[in-house]
């Protein structure tokens, strides 16, 4: 358990999967609120937090930078504060890249990069006042290169270099970025789609989160710059 006791944070794409197990886990331990970001209704929201405070649902297509900046405009308003952003959202659309469309690399690109510059924007100036924050991405194993997922994996690729670039610009004011790269997790998204053969299992949510919030904590804070797998030995 980690003690969240007075922290805010957004997790974007947090409806289901790994961002889900995240909010759980961060109202598990305490945290103050909890604002979830997607496009899809966080049903369990509710029963998470009756109270309606500390986990905090809110309709946001992250590549759209105007309700991006209206939701946050709502977060700071309800919250105060952002301690912690994970940005978790991500779509994959596959296959091979000399018969992809523009549209498939553009709308992936759009939300695993775009949304994940479009949110970081909104917090980077207010955690650089505070003297404080951290930044998570949720990037992919796929960005050691995978048939079929060209886009998803620049995209996730970019992420690796964004996190490192931005450690080093918020190093001074208490502020860090770092990535995780999961492997094969066990989510709605990866239904469906085979696991890497050489893993011992499917990796579980919760297990993303746990790595994800330490990275949070007080503990965590000269982790920075770092791009951390979470694949079972697997690569």
């Not at 405070?53 to 919250?79: H, L, M, W």
């Not at 504060?81 to 940005?87: A, M």
């Not at 770092?178 to 990866?190: F, Q, R």
Request: glycine residues 12%.
């Amino acid at each position: 358990m980690f003690d969240f006791a007075g922290k805010y944070a957004v997790v974007t794409g947090g409806a289901r999967g790994i961002g889900e197990a995240i909010v759980r886990r961060l109202i598990s331990d305490g945290a103050a609120g909890v604002a979830i970001l997607d496009v899809i209704d966080a049903t369990y929201a509710s029963q998470l937090d009756p109270t309606g405070k500390r986990a905090v649902p809110i309709a946001c297509d992250i590549t759209n930078r105007d309700e991006v900046g209206s939701a946050f405009q709502e977060i700071y308003k309800t919250f105060g504060r952002v301690d912690f952003l994970i940005n978790n959202a991500g779509i994959n659309k596959d296959g091979m890249f000399h018969k992809m469309s523009d549209e498939t690399w553009d709308s992936v690109m759009g939300v695993d990069l775009g949304g994940s510059y479009n949110c970081t924007k909104q917090v980077m100036g207010k955690m650089r006042e505070q003297e404080a924050g951290r930044i998570i991405f949720v990037s992919s194993i796929s960005v050691y290169g995978n048939p079929g997922q060209s886009n998803y994996a620049a995209a996730k690729g970019a992420l690796v270099s964004l996190a490192k670039t931005l450690a080093k610009e918020g190093q001074r004011k208490n502020i860090t970025a770092n990535c995780v790269i999961p492997g094969g997790i066990a989510t709605e998204m990866t239904a469906g789609l085979p696991m890497p053969p050489d893993a011992p299992r499917p990796g579980k949510p919760e297990e993303v989160a746990s790595l994800i919030c330490y990275l949070c904590t007080d503990e965590a804070a000269y982790i920075n710059g770092a791009c951390i797998d979470i694949n079972g030995g697997v690569r």
